[in-house]
């Protein structure tokens, strides 16, 4: 017979049924950043510059018999990345076992609930490092050189019009010519988007009518519908559009009441995103592995999450054979890479 002394500490299986069963299209923490997987707590990494094929302003004109012109080759962008570990687990009294024939989905059950803590916590951590008003330049709506001047929930406000400002005349610039790939907002400001009289006039170009008119588009399919047209609209791929909807319990422990709010709300971010933010950013989509002792070079690229270990289920038993433990955890850092390769759109939202 099965015993739960007899499974192993890390379970692929259960890791698997786990990540399987969570919410995923609410959870955006991991394939927003380049992915570099590293056997190392913290390190350093390399990443090329943009720049460094853009700033030769000197003559290469050979004449026949003449060398060739030469430059300098500017260095790479250097920083260092500090992974942590963050775990969480749910003790199973043993006497359940006794009560509780469906013990096994127990496990499962409480596995999950630790899994879902771990995986708020990496999106709260993504959430700051995306709309980190300190690090990458942006602009509020009211405030956009080029925009309608109206937030995206305004009958007037124009966000399509607003993102093609961000994307020719000002993102094109700020990044030397590299094309935004990557955009993450929050459900509240799709929901805005879904309802925009501008968003909804493309609707046609799809072949569709739904939400035309007076009618809003569907949130079905983590809204499928609203990424196809900005993906359509600004020539970005409609899976790298981003919309986190991960609700959380801000109350205290204990508290009996919850207090219920939208993680990307930005409403809770220190640093001037009052009313729901937009993040565009040039993200590598490479994925790359350091093997030991060695840096790793990356493309050019907005930021990176570096991962000395992936997000791993698992379970053991007690020393005294009281309880059995499920538990979660993983390893990573996200680290901002370039500040020219992301723009934060603040306060889209009245």
């Known amino acids: 017979m099965s015993t739960f002394a007899g499974q192993r500490v890390v379970d692929p299986i259960l890791t698997r049924i786990v990540a399987e069963g969570m919410d995923q299209p609410y959870l955006v923490d991991q394939g927003v950043y380049s992915l ?46 500090t992974a942590e570990e963050f775990a969480h687990e749910i003790a199973i009294d043993l006497n359940q076992d006794r009560k509780i024939d469906q013990i096994l989905d127990l496990e499962q059950r409480r596995a999950a609930q630790a899994a879902r803590v771990v995986k708020l916590k990496a999106e709260l951590r993504l959430r700051d490092s995306v709309f980190d008003s300190g690090f990458w330049p942006g602009s509020t709506t009211g405030a956009l050189p080029g925009g309608s001047t109206q937030t995206w929930d ?9 993102m093609n400002v961000i994307f020719n005349n000002i993102f094109h610039l700020q990044a030397f010519g590299e094309r935004v790939n990557t955009i993450v907002m929050g459900q509240n400001v799709a929901t805005a988007l879904n309802a925009s009289p501008e968003v909804r006039g493309y609707l046609p170009g799809l072949g569709t009518t739904s939400g035309v008119g007076s009618r809003i588009l569907s949130a079905n399919d983590e809204f499928g519908e609203l990424r196809l047209l900005i993906g359509q609209h600004l020539g970005i791929d409609p899976n790298r559009v981003f919309i986190g909807g991960y609700v959380q319990d801000t109350a205290n422990p204990g508290q009996a009441t919850a207090v219920k709010g939208l993680v990307w709300d930005g409403s ?51 020393d005294d054979k009281l309880f059995h433990v499920p538990f979660a955890q993983q390893q990573n850092a996200y680290t901002q890479v370039n500040s020219d390769l992301g723009f934060l759109l603040r306060d889209v939202l009245a």
């Open 36 to 81: 570099v997987k590293v056997d190392q707590m913290t390190g350093t990494f390399l990443s090329d510059d943009p720049r460094a094929y853009n700033s030769f302003t000197g003559d290469i004109v050979r004449a026949r018999g003449a060398p060739r012109s030469t430059g300098f080759a500017k260095n790479p962008i250097s920083g260092i990345f």
């Open 154 to 162: 305004n009958p007037s406000g124009t966000p399509f019009a607003d």
């Open 268 to 318: 809770t971010i220190a640093g001037g995103i009052s009313d729901g933010g937009v993040w565009f950013g040039r993200v590598d989509p490479k994925q790359y592995s350091a093997s030991a002792g060695t840096v790793p070079y990356l493309a050019p690229t907005a930021a990176a999450d570096f991962s000395p270990m992936p997000f791993e289920v698992g379970a053991y038993q007690t």
